[in-house]
C-alpha cells in the first residue's frame, strides 16, 4: 500500500504571500491531520478533517485553514506569510475509529 | 486542552545501556499514547503505543509503560544501538498532542 504522499517537498515564499500544501493519505484512510514542526515549538497540531468536516482544530490563527476532498486528500492554506511560519508542515492519515496513525514526508515551507 | 509535558531534552548513552524517556500529560480523559521516532530529515514513525486500559506493551527491545493516576508515561529501550539515535516524541490524546521531543544519542 503507498504510503501519506505530499506535494510540494520545498516551498519557498515570500512574507504576505498564500500558500497552498496537499497531502494524499494511505488509501482507505478518511482521517487526515496537519501539524506544524519548528525547532522550537516541536510538532503542533493544526487540524483534523474526517469525511471532508473539520473535526479537530488546534490553536492557530485564522490565516491557517484547510479542506478535504472526497477522494480523502487534503490540502492546508496559509494566507498573509510571515516569516514565523516558515516550517516542516507534515500530514498524517489514519483509518476510521483507528488510533494508529501514519505520516507524510512533509513539506518544507521556508519564508523570507 | 491537553499539556505534555517531556523529558529529558537530550540524552546519551553508551551503546548497550537503556534508554528511558518520559512524559506527562493532563487531559485524565486521554486514553492513547504513541511514541514517534524521527531520524534527520525524515519522518516521524510510529514505533509503540499503548492505550489506557494497559498498563504495559512490550515489542521487543522497546516497552512503554503508564501509570493513569500519576497521569505519566514512559518510553524504555534496552540495550541500544547507534541506529537507535533519532528524536524520539511522545503524545496524548485524539487531538495528539505531542512533547517537546528528546534527542537519543547511542554512542559505539
Known amino acids: 500500500k503507498a504510503g501519506v504522499t505530499q506535494t510540494p517537498r520545498y516551498l519557498i515564499k515570500t512574507r504576505g504571500q498564500q500558500v497552498t500544501l496537499s497531502c494524499s493519505p494511505i488509501s482507505g484512510h478518511r482521517s487526515v491531520s496537519w501539524y506544524q514542526q519548528t525547532p522550537g515549538q516541536g510538532l503542533q497540531f493544526l487540524f483534523e478533517y474526517f469525511s471532508e468536516t473539520q473535526r479537530n482544530k488546534g490553536n492557530f490563527p485564522g490565516r491557517f485553514s484547510g479542506r478535504q476532498f472526497s477522494n480523502s486528500r487534503s490540502e492546508m492554506n496559509v494566507s498573509t506569510l510571515e516569516l514565523g511560519d516558515s516550517a516542516l508542515y507534515l500530514c498524517a492519515s489514519r483509518r476510521d475509529r483507528a488510533y494508529e496513525q501514519y505520516f507524510g514526508p512533509g513539506t518544507r515551507l521556508t519564508v523570507t | 486542552g491537553e499539556n505534555v509535558e517531556q523529558h529529558p531534552s537530550t540524552l546519551s548513552v553508551q551503546e548497550g545501556d537503556s534508554a528511558v524517556i518520559k512524559c506527562t500529560y493532563s487531559d485524565s480523559a486521554s486514553n492513547y499514547f504513541p511514541w514517534y521516532k524521527q531520524e534527520l530529515g525524515k519522518r516521524p514513525q510510529l514505533i509503540i503505543d499503548i492505550r489506557s486500559n494497559v498498563g504495559e506493551k512490550k515489542d521487543q527491545r522497546i516497552a512503554v509503560t503508564l501509570n493513569k493516576t500519576a497521569k505519566h508515561f514512559s518510553l524504555h529501550i534496552t540495550e541500544t544501538q547507534p541506529e537507535d539515535s533519532a528524536v524520539y516524541f511522545c503524545?496524548?490524546?485524539?487531538?495528539?498532542?505531542f512533547g517537546s521531543g528528546t534527542k537519543l544519542n547511542v554512542k559505539p
Open positions: 503524545a496524548a490524546g485524539n487531538k495528539f498532542y
